[in-house]
C-alpha cells in the first residue's frame, strides 16, 4: 500500500476507521500536506504532522458537534460539508490561512480540496494527469474497496 496517496490512505477504512472525505481534506490542509502525496514519501517529520493533524482536526469537529447537537445523535451526515472548515467544499474560496483559492480534484462523486500555497508548493495539480494516477488507486464503490481488502496472512 506504499504507493497510495494520503488521500486515498485517509479515507480508506481499512486504514483509519471513519474519517470521511471532507475530514481528510481538512486534515492534510491542516498537516500541510499534498493529496496526492505518497504514503512511501513521507518522512518522520510529515507523518507525525499528519498524526497531530488528524488528532486536531477530529478532536476539534468532534468538540463543535458535540456542542451543536447537545446530547442528542447529528442526524446530519458528519462527513458532509460543514460549515467553518478550511478548504472542504471551498473551492475557488480564499483558504483561511493565506488566502489563495482553494482548489479541487474531482473523481467520480468525490471531490478533494487543497489550498496550492499551503500544501503543493504553490502547485495546481492538474485534473487529468491526477485522474489517471488515481485511476487504480480510488475505489468508486464500497463494494470495489471491499473486494480489495488485503489478505491476512504470512508474508511471501
Ligand atoms: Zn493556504
Known sequence: MSWRTLKVALVDPRLFSGIGNAYSDEILHRARLSPVKLTSRLTPEE???L???TKDVLTGWTE???AEV???FPNEGVTAFREGMAVHGRYKQPCPDCGAPVQRIVRGDHETNYCPRCQTGGKVLADRAL???LKADWPRT???LEERAPRRGPER
Do not use: D, H
Request: no cysteine; hydrophobic share 35%; aromatic share 0%.
Open 47 to 49: 507523518t507525525e504532522a
Open 70 to 72: 447537545g446530547e442528542g
Open 142 to 144: 464500497l463494494e470495489e
Open 131 to 133: 485522474s489517471k494516477l
Open 51 to 53: 498524526l497531530q493533524a
Open 64 to 66: 463543535r458537534l458535540r
